[in-house]
């Protein structure tokens, strides 16, 4: 007599019962019985940086997909398992007598340590792994690296080519009408607890967390955690999470044909919040929740009608180029592995001494979630950006929407990385997207690494000369300052022709207005808690900032060194910068990973996936004032002219001498 399969399929990042090729594959065992399973993983809960809000997007996924497992038998559910896989699985491959573990492929890095060491417990426990599906992408990111020549993909071209070898998307597959029984659920095995230090989310919990109390939850049914047993803060994102919200949002965008076809990135308005110009699908796409297969081809019926073939946008500006663009960076990290996440070590991202370094662990050359704090003024700048007390309201005005609501526009991330970069402060990359991390609802590392690279021209992009200007950007989309009026009420009352520059205001207007431009925020508002609100000035002058900022990426450029190069690696870059160049430069060595010894960590200081389309506005202006296409060129000497503007062309400025 043949034994019926006894299978566990592990969700993880494919939080949906449509479209799950792995899980299809749990089903075509026709096992005995299926046990679907969570395990609460503590290098998410401590070692990743996850502010309330897209915990709160996770524990929705999570809550409707079990909902729906039920619907389909009332005898199971998802069983979230509270101890990490390593530790867990074997336990119960005993206790469930468990013939096949089934999950999707996920190439993020730590993932694969993670499924390696899966994949040898259960060999040694005698379970079959079924582990050869993706669904997170398009194409599976290993091919994409494969048909490339073995290399990352860098650019869009680069994606496309190797997509022509793959050959054409897989069409998704239905959700299923049944589901098997889950079997005993006994787990007669002691809990294996995690050690909750380092904590990365100590300061977004109110108080202990508590998610590790019991293995199968506090009243042993295999719950969801809860936001207050994880000692978290409550939640302040109206974006909710779950495949019945995903497919709803779904069918509402593809019923308007006229936006679906006609989407095009660069020209959708960073500054529409209620609602937002774009289609808010990436949080849905990072959980699992939609699959990117079928978004994919439910557009490309939208654009293949005949009466919508003449007015279709096209890759990269369209629907189907975004979920590209996400791929892209997918092939590049698994290419790459944890280095692309950083500059050290990462032969694709040049090297530029920016302020705030990372520290690197000598063991392993990875970073540590640390840095050095080299110069105290760009510590300011820093903290002053992360908690929107710039001075600039554009600026301050996303960074407030960012934590708010977990969610900022593609060109509102574009404008406040390149102002934390590139544009202004000089600070690192790696810093910028720490704070993403921490407060995006569709936080994908792949995606967000790729996307800080890019704005702050240390990869795929290397215009340095083109920058957003804080005042002008904002108010080519929003001339009256709507969108900064929200999220920065105390300058509601602010005329249009202040509302970007507030501190130009005369005094008696400011008064009118209730808010005095003076400080630097960190009264939060109010003036000592009476009187009228205060804002705070602009912390630098932008115009001497981005040039200083401009001449620092030139020089860095001619210099021409990447992360992986031997004088990155053992501190002799410093001989190669004068010691008056901006950033940690003076000396002629820098630290060793031996002695990077005083960092400071993130989450110690009290309180991108970046949808990136080429930009069709994004325009110079030269000395004449007319515009001009930048040439692209990968020189190491990009040069730029006198009067070269922003991005947007509003702001035009004679080049100012600076610490470069």
Request: charged share 25%; proline share 7%; aromatic share 10%.
């Amino acid at each position: 007599m043949v034994t019926k399969p006894r299978v566990i399929y592990w969700f993880r990042t494919d939080l949906r019962l449509h479209d799950s090729p792995a899980l299809q594959a749990a089903l075509d065992l026709r096992p005995e019985c299926l046990y679907p399973i969570w395990c609460w993983d503590p290098h998410y809960v401590y070692r990743a940086r996850v502010g309330p809000n897209r915990w709160q997007f996770l524990l929705d996924c999570q809550s409707d997909l079990s909902a729906s497992i039920t619907k389909l038998n009332s005898k199971s559910k998802l069983f979230v398992i509270r101890e990490a896989p390593q530790t867990v699985l074997p336990k119960l491959f005993e206790a469930w007598r468990i013939s096949h573990l089934v999950f999707e492929r996920d190439t993020d890095p730590y993932a694969r340590e993670r499924d390696e060491k899966v994949l040898e417990i259960a060999k040694a426990a005698g379970v079959e792994v079924v582990s050869t599906r993706h669904g997170r992408t398009l194409y599976d990111p290993d091919d994409l690296v494969r048909e490339n020549s073995g290399q990352p993909t860098m650019s869009m071209s680069q994606v496309q080519h190797a997509a022509e070898k793959i050959g054409d998307v897989p069409k998704p597959i239905p959700s299923p009408k049944s589901l098997p029984d889950s079997g005993d659920t006994t787990m007669n095995f002691d809990q294996t607890r995690p050690s909750p230090e380092p904590d990365f989310n100590k300061n977004q919990r109110s108080t202990k967390d508590e998610s590790y109390a019991q293995l199968a939850g506090p009243s042993g049914d295999f719950s969801v955690p809860t936001m207050s047993e994880l000692g978290l803060k409550p939640a302040t994102s109206p974006h909710r999470g779950g495949e019945t919200i995903a497919l709803a949002a779904l069918d509402k965008i593809i019923q308007d044909e006229h936006y679906t076809a006609t989407f095009s990135k660069p020209s959708t308005a960073p500054t529409a919040f209620s609602p937002q110009s774009t289609t808010l699908l990436s949080p849905h796409h990072h959980f699992g929740s939609l699959s990117v297969r079928l978004v994919y081809w439910r557009v490309q019926e939208v654009i293949s009608k005949p009466k919508n073939k003449s007015k279709s946008t096209t890759v990269p500006t369209n629907l189907i180029g975004q979920l590209l663009f996400r791929d892209m960076y997918f092939g590049a990290q698994a290419a790459l592995g944890f280095q692309f996440a950083q500059t050290f070590g990462n032969p694709q991202a040049r090297f530029i001494p920016w302020h705030l370094p990372s520290k690197i662990d000598v063991s392993t050359s990875l970073v540590t979630g640390e840095y050095t704090v080299d110069n105290s003024e760009a510590e300011t700048w820093f903290q002053r950006w992360k908690f929107a007390r710039t001075g600039f309201p554009w600026i301050d005005a996303l960074m407030r929407q960012l934590r708010q609501e977990g969610w900022i526009h593609h060109l509102g991330r574009h404008a406040v990385a390149c102002f934390l970069t590139r544009g202004g402060c000089y600070v690192g990359w790696e810093r910028g997207a720490e704070v993403f991390e921490e407060w995006l609802i569709d936080h994908e590392t792949s995606c967000n690494s790729g996307n800080w690279q890019w704005l702050s021209c240390t990869a795929f992009f290397t215009q340095f000369y083109r920058c957003y200007s804080p005042v002008a950007f904002g108010k080519k989309w929003d001339k009256n300052g709507e969108f900064v009026k929200h999220f920065v009420p105390e300058l509601k009352n602010f005329s249009e022709k202040y509302i970007y520059e507030p501190h130009k205001a005369p005094i008696a207007d400011q008064k009118k207005w209730g808010c005095l431009i003076k400080g630097d925020g960190s009264r939060n508002g109010e003036d000592g808690g009476s009187g009228p609100q205060t804002y705070p000035k602009p912390m630098f002058d932008f115009n001497e900032r981005r040039e200083i900022c401009i001449q620092g990426l030139k020089n860095a450029y001619h210099i021409g060194l990447h992360g992986a190069d031997e004088q990155v690696k053992d501190g002799t870059w410093k001989r190669l910068f004068d010691d008056a160049a901006e950033g940690p430069t003076e000396g002629t060595k820098g630290p060793t990973n031996e002695e990077q010894a005083n960092g400071r960590r993130e989450e110690d200081i009290d309180e991108f996936e970046l949808d990136i389309a080429e930009d069709q506005n994004e325009h110079e202006v030269d000395g004449k004032g007319e515009e001009t296409r930048g040439n692209g060129k990968k020189s190491r000497g990009a040069k730029r002219k006198g009067g070269q503007g922003t991005l947007d062309a509003h702001v035009i400025s004679p080049r100012k001498k600076g610490k470069a």
